[in-house]
């Protein structure tokens, strides 16, 4: 058994065009129609919006940052391809084939996958001697650790060997997607957004929902035999006794006093460890020095907030909405902030009274997909945090320190980069813009 990577076609936009139009043509049933064909095509960041291609076949190709928002791809063939942060919002894929595929990271917002299929699958071609040649894609070391299509998991169906992967929907986006009765057996879903989506009826035995957001989600009649839960984040609790709803203004204005008067007036609040999703908006409140470690704020306007020196290890801030939040000298070590928007944040030092300079912590965040766009990041530790994908456009890194950081497929500039420390970081040199 050997393993053999991908030969992808490279086609040109005229050829794209002309079987997307021959696929339309088949599909009003006018003579000089004919099945789009895209087998093993090197297809990165193409636009396929809104395109007619229900039944194309699209088998092992390369569609990484692809765009299918609102296409019409019922009966669509994904298999074995690579989809990673492909833009499927709004696609209709009604018993779509996605087995074997990679999602992780992935936009399916509102996307249609009745009866879709995602069970595990694999590619292999029989070679030479009568020997089965596994097929993968040959994603190089600067990608995510997600080998699509490994010999990873062999087993032996009837005298055969065949590598079969798992469909992968890590951290993918599937909000209001409708998933009924879809198979998504043995799927990985870890930390996939799947908020109020519709799972009616889906088959999920054995699927990896680990850390997954349930808020809102439809489960009636889903099959979770042997599924994995831990961490998954249901609909959020009642507000905790000492923070009712009728209590938070008044506990934040007192917080407010107590962080302008440095400690003078006023009284600190303290968030540790609760679910606080259910107090809505934060935003442009005074919660300078907030004390906060392990708490769940999920989905959370932040905007505009005053979050200096505030403590937020282990927080799960996934899809947070930071946009210019101060946050100078906040300690965001070892928290999940996937698919966060920092854009216009500022996590640059903060400047103590006695002289002191507190650097803003991020070091092993979880960072995957987040918008840090002109986000100031001067002198920040982001240390072993996983940037993968995540968009760096104009941010300030000077002095930050990237040291044995994830910055596979990260979108971010060399000039930036080349002020701040980015020793033994993955793939930084290789993918900067």
């Known amino acids: 058994m050997t393993q053999s990577a991908i030969v992808f076609a490279r086609p040109n936009e005229d050829e794209i065009a002309a079987q997307i139009a021959r696929h339309e043509v088949l599909g ?17 960041g193409w636009d396929f919006s809104r395109a007619q291609l229900a039944g194309a076949d699209f088998t092992g190709s390369d569609l990484t940052g692809a765009r299918f928002a609102g296409a019409a791809l019922d009966n669509a063939i994904f298999f074995g391809a690579d989809l990673r942060r492909t833009n ?112 009616s009826g889906a088959e999920m035995t054995g699927a990896d929902l680990s850390n997954a957001i349930l808020t809102g989600a439809l489960l009636t009649g889903a099959v979770l035999d042997g599924a994995v839960l831990d961490g998954v984040l249901r609909d959020p609790p009642a507000l905790p006794d000492a923070f009712g709803q009728d209590r938070l203004s008044q506990a934040l204005a007192r917080h407010a006093r107590w962080a302008q ?47 200096q020196g505030a403590r937020l290890a282990g927080a799960d801030l996934r899809r947070c909405d930071l946009r210019g939040a101060d946050l100078r000298g906040v300690d965001l070590t070892g928290a999940k902030l996937t698919w966060a928007d920092f854009s216009d944040a500022n996590l640059s030092p903060l400047a103590l ?8 912590k991020l070091g092993g965040a979880d960072l995957r997909y987040a918008k840090l766009s002109k986000t ?36 971010v500039a060399h000039s930036a980069l080349s002020e701040a ?13």
């Open 261 to 307: 008067s440095q400690g003078r007036e006023g009284q600190p609040v303290s968030f540790g460890m609760n679910d606080l999703r259910a107090f809505g908006s934060f935003r442009g409140a005074t919660l300078s020095a907030l004390n906060a470690p392990r708490a769940i704020l999920t989905g959370a306007d932040l905007r505009e907030t005053e979050l």
């Open 421 to 433: 420390n980015v020793d033994w970081a993955l793939g930084a040199t290789a993918l900067a813009r």
């Open 28 to 44: 009003t049933g006018r003579l000089g129609g004919q099945r789009a064909a895209f087998l093993y095509f090197d297809l990165r």
């Open 353 to 360: 009274e006695d002289g002191r300079i507190l650097a803003a």
């Open 376 to 411: 100031n990041l001067k002198r920040a530790t982001l240390s072993e945090a996983d940037l993968s994908w995540a968009d760096l456009t104009g941010a300030q890194l000077a002095g930050a320190d990237l040291t044995r950081s994830i910055m596979a497929g990260t979108i």
């Open 88 to 199: 499927f919002a709004g696609a209709q894929m009604r018993r779509a084939d996605l087995r074997g595929s990679c999602l992780a990271g992935a936009v399916l917002d509102g996307a249609d996958l009745f009866e879709a299929d995602m069970r595990e699958g694999g590619v292999a071609e029989r070679g030479r001697m009568g020997l089965m040649r596994f097929l993968y894609h040959d994603t190089g070391p600067a990608d995510l650790p997600v080998s699509m299509l490994s010999a990873q998991g062999l087993e032996v169906v009837r005298g055969r060997s065949y590598a079969a992967q798992m469909c992968d929907l890590s951290a993918a986006s599937l909000r209001d997607a409708r998933l009924g009765r879809t198979n998504l057996g043995k799927a990985r879903l870890i930390g996939a957004d799947l908020t109020h989506a519709d799972l």
